[in-house]
């Protein structure tokens, strides 16, 4: 077979040789339309791609504000709790401060966890509140104990103030037991020394002040003052030996109590000729007055001398004085405090005469009902007898306090009778006491007001009184039965 080159080849076969041309094909279109559609196409991609980041951005930025938000009410939420603690301080043993702490501490870190949060600031929160919840708890159990310690050391102090006042034969052995209370307690030696040189001293003024008794006795056993002073120097002579008091606080003590008993005896002839003055009733408006009074306090004496009393009034004035010294109930009986109004209206009005309405008031506080009312309420009385209410007004307080009695159980607001009418006559004595009573419908007044303590109100509009409201001033011209006011803009 003949070989020949393949150019050769093609042309003995026929075939004509030509020169190529490569095609200009453009495969996005057809010539200048195909480019723009193609440019667009590139355009809109990053028209996307830009937008796209913009949303994102804005994601990030709304999450982020969403957080500083959560987290800013986060602070606020441990604010809260923080005063809430402290609230419970006020109202609780400090024996449960730790363990309400923690209770109030896991309350409000619950709160904190159902806020929105990104799981970056979710976390941080709970770092947050597992610290919160390690240590807060700690210091108030820190807290409690510190004030459990000053408490138990201030209750040492006094135990062992008494124990040198009352000059008891185990003094040393009370020493001993104080030293071990505050050492336990973490105080130093030099602040023991200290505390009970101050218990001492304390304990020595005491002791000397409970020679009064002593000096009356021995004034009034022979009505002689000289009798009383050698009271004095033998009871002064007796705490110098035991070594409660120096030799200078003796003499001190000695001119004191010498001059107290000089006042003591001429208060006694000024009282003696008083006395011989005085109505039965004046008396017992002096005597009432002055049976609780921390200072001048009715004495045995003035009542035995008195000349207006006769033997019956005397037992029983003794007897209430008796009593007085005994403690006092912490909250007064329904039922005396009751009596106790009315005993006070009707000794205004005169239903009872003065003797009689302070003999019914002495039973119910030092005799034989019970002393079932307080100090307080027993004082009010008092001065409501010898200050009595204006004649015009009796009535309408009667009713007053008659309907609260009767509508306070019937309604069940959840407020005592003697609380809404307590409130409502210390309201009245305030009136009273301003010079502010109405000249008019007193008795609509008592009825709006009552109807407010009997809801369990704290604060209420008075007629008169002037109140802002939108920039402009009102001022209250009549209360509705529900304690609602009426007003007129002050022009």
């Known amino acids: 077979m003949a070989k020949f080159p393949i150019k050769s080849a093609r042309q003995e076969l026929g075939f004509s040789p030509s020169t190529a041309v490569r095609a200009n094909i453009d495969v996005r279109g057809t010539g200048g339309n195909g480019a723009a559609v193609g440019q667009a196409i590139v355009g809109g991609v990053k028209l996307i791609q830009r937008e796209s980041a913009r949303k994102e951005a804005i994601r990030v930025k709304n ?108 003094i040393a052995k009370k020493e001993l037991d104080f030293a071990a209370i505050m050492k336990r307690n973490g105080r130093p030696a030099g602040e ?48 110098f030996e035991s070594g409660l ?31 011989e003055k005085l109505t039965v009733h004046q008396t017992y408006k002096d005597f009432g007055s002055r049976i609780l009074a921390p200072e001048n306090k009715l004495t045995w004496d003035e009542i035995v001398t008195s000349k207006a009393l006769d033997t019956d009034q005397k037992a029983a004035w003794t007897g209430y004085l008796k009593a007085s010294y005994e403690d006092a109930p912490t909250k007064s009986d329904p039922e005396a405090y009751e009596e106790t109004l009315g005993i006070v209206l009707n000794g205004n009005q005169g239903i009872l005469s003065p003797e009689e309405a302070y003999d019914e008031l002495m039973q119910w506080r030092f005799g034989e009902k019970g002393k079932r009312i307080t100090n307080d309420d027993f004082n009010w009385a008092v001065d409501k007898l010898n200050n009595p209410y204006p004649p015009e007004l009796i009535t309408d307080i009667r009713i007053a306090i008659k309907n609260n009695f009767d509508l306070v159980w019937y309604l069940r607001k959840g407020v005592s009778d003697e ?22 419908d007193f008795g609509k007044k008592l009825n709006a007001m ?42």
């Open 245 to 275: 008091i120096t030799k200078a606080e003796g003499a001190e003590a000695s001119k004191a109590l010498g001059d107290w008993m000089d006042n003591y005896v001429s208060g006694r002839i000024k009282a003696e000729k008083d006395a």
């Open 450 to 491: 009552s109807e407010y303590y009997r809801w369990g109100q704290t604060t209420f509009y008075e007629i008169g009184m002037e109140i802002e409201r939108g920039g402009r001033t009102w001022e209250v011209v009549d209360i509705d039965s529900n304690g609602e006011p009426s007003v007129d803009e002050v022009h």
């Open 419 to 440: 609380s809404v009418n307590r409130s409502l006559t210390k309201w009245i004595d305030n009136l009273i006491a301003e010079d502010k009573v109405p000249k008019f």
């Open 63 to 170: 999450r982020e504000n969403l957080d500083s938000l959560s987290a800013e009410q986060a602070k606020q939420l441990r604010k809260i709790r923080d005063t809430k603690i402290e609230e419970m301080k006020g109202n609780t043993a400090p024996e449960k401060w730790e363990e309400n702490t923690a209770a109030i501490t896991t309350e409000y870190n619950t709160k904190v966890g159902e806020l929105d949060l990104s799981p970056m600031e979710a976390a941080r929160q709970q770092i947050i509140s597992a610290g919160d919840m390690e240590t807060i708890p700690n210091l108030a159990l820190i807290e409690a104990s510190g004030v459990i310690s000053d408490a138990t050391v201030e209750t040492a102090k006094e135990t062992l103030t008494d124990a040198y006042r009352n000059q008891v034969d185990d």
């Open 192 to 239: 023991i020394l200290l505390s009970r040189k101050a218990a001492k001293a304390a304990g020595g003024k005491g002791a000397i002040e409970d020679i009064k008794p002593t000096l009356i006795v021995a004034i009034e056993e022979n009505g002689n003052k000289d009798d009383g002073y050698a009271a004095l120097d033998e009871a002064l002579g007796q705490l």
